[in-house]
């Protein structure tokens, strides 16, 4: 069983940068592949950046290059470092978990992210 709890989201403007933050409770962290999604009003939830338990990390085209995602496995913390920030990057971003074997999958409540002048 994991927990995931989100923090570092707000209202920024066009151009600037934030960092999300998603903390985990349970064991073996080590061995959940872990990812961000996003959900826009309006819209399907989609992925923005996924990283598996061996590091290997994979972007939606709309994000690449302005974002990153990365893990510190011994803190059971996931990051999302945002630049260049656009109106079309608001959304609710939520910090997801997968279990390399068993499959299960585990969601934060969501961060809201709102990009405005």
């Known amino acids: 069983q994991v927990q995931l709890a989100e923090s570092g989201g707000g209202l920024v403007q066009p151009g600037g940068s934030l960092r999300l933050s998603c903390a985990a409770s349970?064991?073996?962290?080590?061995?959940?592949?872990v990812g961000w999604y996003r959900q826009a009003p309006g819209k399907q939830r989609e992925l923005v950046a996924a990283?598996?338990?061996?590091?290997?990390?994979n972007y939606a085209d709309s994000v690449k290059g302005r974002f990153t995602i990365s893990r510190e496995d011994a803190k059971k913390m996931v990051y999302l470092q945002m630049n260049s920030l656009k109106p079309e990057d608001t959304a609710v971003y939520y910090c997801?978990?997968?279990?390399?074997?068993?499959?299960?999958?585990?969601w934060g409540q969501g961060t809201q992210v709102t990009v405005s002048s």
């Open positions: 997801n978990a997968k279990h390399d074997y068993n499959l299960r999958v585990y």
């Open positions: 349970g064991n073996f962290f080590s061995l959940y592949a």
């Open positions: 990283l598996t338990s061996g590091e290997r990390a």
